[in-house]
Every structure is written in C-alpha cells, then in structure tokens.
C-alpha cells in the first residue's frame, strides 16, 4: 500500500524531512503545507533581504522545481486549521481535508512581543520572522530616519544593521547589561559593541522598557528609568515562541514546545514535530543546526526508520558588516572545574576563548577570527580528551587536524 505523508509547515525541519522521506520512499505521496507565500528559504538571510542586498528568490534554499522534481507536493497560502489525529486527517482554512500515514509539525515560532504597554495597538511595531515582514519593513523605513529596536540579539542586531544600510539612524534598546549574552561573556560584549558603534549603531544596555506611545508618524519607547527614544518605527526582536496552538487544540502532548522523544514522535501514533516547535528533553533549540538534524531523523523514522536524536551542540555565528562571530556550546558555565583558554587583542576585534571540563571541549567564543572553530565544534560534539594541547589550541599557527 502507498503511503501518503503530510508536513505542516516548509521550514529547514519540514523539507529535510521530505528529503529523507523521498531517499527511503521513491513511491510516496509527500505535502507539504505552509501560510508562506513562498517555497523554503533561508530565514538567516532575511537581514540580507532586509539591506536590499539580494532578491526574495535569491533567499530560496530551493526553487520551485526542486518540488517538481522530487515529486513532492507544495501547497502555499495554505492555513491548516485542524488535525484529527484519530482519524489521521488535516482540515484547511478552506475546508477542503486530507488523510494521512504519517504526519510531521514543523509549524516553527513567532516573535516574542515584551509585556510593554502599547505594544500590541501602538501603530508600527514589527517583528522580523518573515519575508512578509522584511517587504512590510521596507516600505515603512522608505519613509524613516529613524528606528528603536528592542532587542540586541543576533537577528536584531543583523537586522540593526541592515536598516543601517538603508540609510536610518539605529537605536538598540537592550534589557541585559551587554550584547548576545547567550552568546558572548562580558569581554567579548565590549568588544563586539565598540566595533558596532564604530559602525553608527547605538545602544542602551540593562534598560526596561515601559510603554509605546504613538505620536503621528513618531513613535515613543519609554523606559522605566524615565528616558525616553523616538522614532519613526520600532522593531521587535526580544525572542521567539513555538507555534504550539494546532498541536494544543488536536490533544497533542505540549509543554513549551511540542513534546517529541528521541524518534522525534509525539504522544499520537504516526504523529511526529521537529524544528523550533519541537521539545526535547525539556529543550527547545531554535537553531538552524538542531533544526536540520531533527527534519532528517523524523523524515527516516516516518518512512520505517530507526534513526534517534541526541541533541545538538548549541552553535550560532553573526556576520555583520565583516565582523565574525561564532559561538557553541556552554559558555555561561560557572562551575569552578571549568577551566579557560583565552587570546585578546581589541586593537584587531579579535577574541577567542574555550571553555574545558576534566580535559574536554564544552563552549568556545571566536570574534573576528573563526579558524578552527568547526573543528572545535567537532571536538565538542564528540567529547573528545584535548587536556594535552587545551593550552595551545588559540594560537594562531595550531593545526588542529594534526593532533
């Protein structure tokens, strides 16, 4: 019997699934089933979008006729409103309905809006998940000189600059005492945040934001300080949430995100998640990586697999107007075993740091110099034993392949 698989939602989750369902199963009916307008692009590139520095197609990861070619059905502007996952059916917005095998939630996440008076009627406040949203942007910064961002993590601050490009002057109002705090300690904030300001961008760290006023075609962001910034357009990057409502309504197990085990299954029989609405064992990644690695392991194990997942090394990386961040791994450790390995020099933005425990790899911070830093990765996810050469590993003439 042929069997027929449904995804919801056309994320990097979504479509490595259908990859790994095609490899295993020629024959297969696949659907995908997505809101966007648009075929499966690079989230990570909507910054680039954003400084009108490439084209919506040239975001596509891939272009219409990869579907075609693999056979794989692509449904845009489609709104599942209901899953049956007794009966294994999938109802639309339009009421039209489809049965299913085996079905996949890649329903991703929405941006965080902050307990801020005003935020939710105050005219021109926008997040940044879309293309939608990047076309919406455009239009409004057009007609702007000036934008708040509330926020100062890495798609803030990639869109920050984006804007930056366009001309505007860029304020980051940011609640931590220092930029990327999941990323960065507070040495490599600093020297990041010099590099940014040498660039125009401006910041205010460790500030609580009150209340949203609009003013005609100004809008005000007061703090609880009593300062207060305007500008013609706020933008909104204070963290995401899973997308959990479909799965919430249908009975499926939700705590955070969508509750998944190591198959990447939920609590329904052929029912399985992955991506930035998958929890597990208590975590929700919201990283490319984890997200990629979590489609591939579902789409086997939907098409008769036995493939598990067991987590992914946390990795990030900001590029922006050349300077070159990656970070991975635990690098907030407080722990007094965790040794560090450190090389500075903010003359040339550069800064590298290692975090090791009992002679392993656990976190690493590379700015402006990210040499080695997929081997390290490497290292880390392997818990490999680096105790004999932790101390040389930063220098800049180590060739980590040879030891």
């Known amino acids: 019997m042929s069997m027929n ?6 994320g990097v989750a979504g479509t490595e699934a259908a990859k790994a369902i095609r490899n295993r199963d020629p024959q297969a009916e696949i659907m995908i089933f997505t809101q966007d307008h648009y075929p499966f692009y690079s989230r990570p590139r909507l910054p680039e979008l954003l400084a009108k520095e490439v084209a919506v197609e040239e975001i596509f990861v891939y272009k219409r006729e990869w579907y075609h ?10 709104t599942v409103k209901n899953i049956d996952p007794k009966n294994q059916r999938i109802t639309l917005a339009d009421k039209s309905n489809f049965t299913y095998s085996k079905l996949l939630l890649d329903t991703g996440s929405s941006g965080i809006l902050p307990p801020i008076d005003g935020i939710n009627t105050a005219e021109g406040v926008f997040t940044l998940r879309t293309v939608e949203d990047v076309l919406t942007i455009i239009k409004r910064a057009a007609c702007a000189k000036a934008v708040t961002l509330i926020g100062g993590g890495l798609l803030g601050l990639e869109a920050g600059n984006g804007l930056r490009k366009l001309g505007l002057s860029v304020t980051v ?10 990323q960065l300690d507070a040495e490599g ?8 300001e040498n660039m125009g961008l401006k910041f205010i760290l460790g500030a609580q934001s009150k209340s949203i006023k609009d003013a005609g075609t100004t ?13 013609n357009f706020i933008l909104v990057s204070a963290g995401i949430k899973p997308n959990v409502s479909l799965a919430q309504e249908a ?11 190591d198959r990447m299954e939920t609590n329904f029989p052929n029912v399985y998640a992955a991506g930035d609405v998958a929890e597990h064992k208590g975590r929700i990644y919201g990283i ?26 946390p990795s990030t990386s900001l590029k922006v107007a050349g300077i070159n961040l990656t970070s991975m791994g635990d690098i907030l450790a407080e722990d007094k075993t965790v040794e560090q390995v450190k090389v500075k020099n903010p003359d040339k933005n550069l800064y590298k740091k290692l975090f090791t425990k009992e002679g392993k ?17 490497q290292l880390i996810e392997k818990k490999a034993d680096v105790s004999t050469f932790k101390d040389k590993i930063l220098e800049a003439d180590f060739d980590i392949k040879s030891s």
């Open 5 to 10: 698989y449904v995804i919801i939602g056309n």
């Open 189 to 196: 904030a600093a020297i990041l945040q010099k590099q940014l």
């Open 288 to 313: 490319w990586p984890a997200a990629h690695r979590q489609g591939v392991i579902a789409g086997i194990n939907m098409a008769g697999g036995n493939e598990t997942y067991a987590g992914t090394v």
């Open 251 to 261: 009975g499926i197990s939700v705590n955070k995100g969508i509750i998944v085990n």
């Open 219 to 231: 809008k005000i962001l007061e703090l609880k300080d009593g300062k207060a910034f305007e500008s």
């Open 173 to 182: 109002v940011e609640f931590f005492d220092r930029l990327l705090p999941r």
């Open 69 to 78: 070619k693999n056979k794989i059905l692509l449904y845009l502007n489609s």
């Open 361 to 377: 790899i656990i976190g690493a911070i590379f700015l402006g110099d990210t040499k080695n830093a997929y081997e390290i990765g």
